[in-house]
Structures are given as C-alpha cells and as structure tokens.
C-alpha cells in the first residue's frame, strides 16, 4: 500500500476551494491531460455524501474506467472518496480544507492506494506508481488553485 501526502496553499476561501475540489466538471479540466471524464453516475456538478461517478481515461496508453464513491462529506472542511470498481485494489482519497488565519485554505490530500497483481504490483507501487499518481495529484492541485484564486479576485 502506497500513501501520498500533499498540502497545497490556496489564496481563496475555504468554501470555494471544497466546492472546487468535489466538483465533476473541475476534475474533468484538471485532468484533461488523460482524457478523463465522467460517463456514469454524477457526470457534473458537485457530488453529495453517496454520490458515484464512472470515470473513463487513457493511463499509460491504456483506456481505464474506475469508479468512486464519496464516503464521507462535511462541507466545508472534508470529504472521502473511494474507489468501488477498478483496476487497482484499492483507492482512499481523504481531502482536508484548513482555513488560514490570512483567509487562505490549507488543502491537505492523503491519498491512499494498493496496486493489483500482488507482489507485482507492490513493486510497480514503488518503481514508477507512486511518483505517477503524486505527479497527477500535484498537476490537479495546480490547476484548483489556479481556478480558486482566479476567481477568488
């Protein structure tokens, strides 16, 4: 089992930065490099506590489909989602949202994941898995923040 710990300062409200994160369509452009987007369950807008959604994207030259549920929601400080179907064993992605005391938001991920194929995979986790999904994780967390200060202005 891989662990990926992020924190990502966003210079917009706390609100704006949960709402950001939880949302279909901004998931969609932040990971538009891999073709990913929603084709089942909730395909826009924001998620709710027990709301799935099927993504489809295009990892490693391979078109994948996993689909995720949101296990936990208090908005606007946390939320969990998990993966119910895929490739991998499991996917656990817990999204914490700080305020800071200048009106930012401290955004935290920890994102939790085991690969299939045993052994195999436990050594893809540490070959190239792990800087893969920390790699994504980072380029989605760019482009929020970019979004959240955008039009936190």
Known sequence: MAIIHLDT??????ERCFDLSISVDAHSGSMSHTQERA???VTSGLMQLGDVVTWEAVHFGIKQ?????ITAYERPTRFVD????????EITHVHEFLP????ST???DTFIFRAPLGIFGRLAEKLFLTRYMRHL????????QQLAEQEAL
């Open 9 to 14: 300062v966003i210079k917009a409200p706390v």
């Open 39 to 41: 084709i089942a369950g």
């Open 65 to 69: 489909h996993l689909t995720s549920e």
């Open 82 to 89: 998990e993966m119910v179907r895929g490739i991998f064993q």
């Open 100 to 103: 800071q005391a200048d009106g």
């Open 106 to 108: 401290l955004m935290r």
């Open 137 to 144: 994780l980072l380029s989605r967390n760019r482009y929020l």
